[in-house]
């Protein structure tokens, strides 16, 4: 095995960390949870990647992708253990950047990706990594931006792993909302139960419900909350706490943006204004 590191210790939106190269024993296991991102291109031969539940089978030509602090292993083929090389790279972009072309946790595997060409960009990253060559971050970045360049040709054409349909991961959501509307539930929250990220989830939500994946759990809250009130059994600040509300004043000015009117005027029109005058 061979591994270069970066020697630029400034911060920014991306840093390509390290590079490196190994030929790999038969059925040689790595399990280690990490602190950055991990991005393998196998060379040759064959293994195993499983991020998660979820097991892929993976041959030469194929890239995977781990996630900071992300439970997986990987493993060579017992007959024809794999090669690889890989790059480690963190930053606030990072996720961001990686979503843009395809790769969310759920998603981490691309097949169809010439490895010669990439495993030549990276061993030309290890080189300027080992030789402190000037401007070898720079050239680390460019080479990164390329290789998500292949990424997104790759996935375009049909290289992704299989995944649950569009229509189910929407439902899935939907079906989440309305099952933990009266938690402190946020969109990556929801995103996060369908195994996605949560900037390449809501786009893909809105396509499929013509409104966002926050408008969806406040239109769930606003429904509920006008079932209880009609119903006149409880005080509104009982009803802002069970649509997941815990400050009174949160509650109203969602409830008015949505309704038009306050709950208590709400209330009033529904014919149970006594009791929400007297006890708010």
């Known amino acids: ?20 190269h190994m030929k790999c024993r038969p059925s040689h296991r790595y399990d280690t949870l990490r602190n950055h991102y991990l991005m393998h291109v196998v060379m040759k031969g064959s293994g195993t990647f499983a991020p998660g539940d979820a097991e892929h089978e993976l041959a030469a030509g194929s ?51 010439a490895a ?64 933990h509307y009266y938690d402190d539930l946020t969109t990556a929250d929801i995103a996060s139960h369908v195994g996605l990220e949560r900037t390449y989830f809501s786009k893909m939500f809105v396509r499929e419900k013509g409104m966002g994946l926050h408008a969806c759990l406040i239109s769930r809250r606003v429904a509920v909350a006008k079932r209880l009130i009609a119903e006149g059994e409880l005080t509104l600040a009982e009803i802002a706490h069970m649509v997941g509300y815990r400050d009174y004043a949160s509650f109203e000015r969602m409830f008015r943006r949505q309704a038009g009117v306050t709950p208590s005027v709400y209330r009033m029109r529904r014919g149970n204004g006594k009791r929400g005058l007297e006890r708010i």
């Open 63 to 113: 890239i995977f992708v781990v996630f900071p602090f992300q439970r997986h292993w990987y493993r060579a083929s017992r007959t024809t253990p794999w090669e690889y090389v890989w790059l480690g790279f963190d930053g606030p972009q990072a996720r961001t950047l990686l979503s843009e072309c395809g790769i969310v946790p759920g998603r981490q595997v691309v097949h169809g990706i």
């Open 1 to 20: 095995m061979s591994e270069f590191y970066s020697h630029d210790t400034s911060s920014g939106e991306l840093r390509i960390l390290f590079s490196g």
């Open 116 to 179: 010669s060409e990439l495993s030549r960009w990276i061993a030309d990253v290890s080189t300027a990594f080992r030789r402190h060559a000037p401007g070898a971050s720079q050239t680390a970045l460019g080479y990164f931006h390329l290789i998500r360049a292949r990424i997104t040709a790759a996935l375009s054409a049909g290289g992704g792993i299989p995944e649950p349909s569009v229509n189910r991961r929407v439902a899935d959501a939907s079906a989440y909302i309305d099952e």
